[in-house]
């Protein structure tokens, strides 16, 4: 059963700094991982997603990097701003027990602090 | 600007009462998505379809939860009866296979 870890849970940083998050998982016969942004009150919106054969991703000041051997996803936020703060989920596909699954993090919450 | 839509935005019900919600995902995707979220569980996947047919609804409680896509262009998640327990924001989304997924606004329900 593929399980899915984002720790951690919280982070706070001040404006400016680079900052890593990490996504880990347990199957490593994914199809893709992706990396999603929710602000409050609404709904998520894709920032990058990485097919299994691909290493990284980059759009603008982020970068996602997967590492399917060792289970492992880090998306890379550089020269943070408040504008950055929300919640960013980690969702991964595999093939599981003879059919697809999609499963998702819990989650951390991102606060840039001017 | 191609986006998913979801009807009602919000919904306040009595225990016991029907509640359906609606969405439309985007034009030419074949996979459309149902999700839940709560500040306890996160969010939770229901069930998704793709072209229209039902894939995995393994995270949707069967003796209360339906979902279905009568076309192409409506999903619809229906809960008989509704309990307090299922207040909650629920979200659908549509993508292409196992692509990148659009998510619409969500439906913020209130069971009381």
């Known amino acids: 059963k593929q399980e899915v870890t984002q720790i951690p849970a919280a982070l706070s940083v001040p404006e400016g700094e680079n900052l890593v998050l990490n996504c880990s998982f347990t199957?490593?016969?994914?199809?893709?991982l992706q990396w999603f942004r929710q602000d409050p009150g609404k709904g998520l919106t894709s920032l990058l997603l990485?097919?299994?054969?691909?290493r990284e991703q980059t759009s603008g000041r982020l970068n996602a990097s997967l590492d399917k051997s060792s289970g492992r996803s880090t998306l890379y936020i550089a020269a943070s701003q408040p504008g950055d703060s929300a919640t960013y989920l980690c969702?991964?596909?595999?093939?599981?027990?003879?059919?697809?699954?999609?499963?998702f993090g819990k989650g951390t919450k991102l606060t840039v602090n001017p | 600007d191609a986006r998913v839509t979801q009807t009602p935005r919000h919904k306040v019900t009595e225990m016991g009462q029907e509640v359906t919600m609606r969405c439309q995902p985007i034009?030419?995707?074949?996979?459309v998505f149902w999700y839940r979220q709560t500040m306890m569980q996160g969010l939770e996947l229901l069930a998704y379809?793709?072209?229209?047919?039902?894939?995995?609804d393994s995270g949707m409680p069967k003796d209360r939860f339906s979902a279905e896509m009568p076309d192409a262009t409506l999903a619809t998640l229906k809960i008989q009866p509704s309990e307090p327990r299922d207040s909650a924001v629920y979200f659908c989304?549509?993508?292409?296979?196992?692509?990148?997924?659009?998510f619409g606004p969500g439906t913020r329900l209130t069971v009381l």
């Open positions: 199957d490593s016969a994914i199809y893709n």
């Open positions: 989304a549509s993508g292409s296979g196992t692509d990148t997924q659009y």
């Open positions: 034009l030419g995707h074949n996979t």
């Open positions: 969702a991964v596909w595999s093939w599981t027990g003879g059919s697809e699954k999609l499963v």
């Open positions: 990485i097919q299994s054969s691909q």
């Open positions: 379809f793709r072209n229209r047919a039902p894939l995995d």
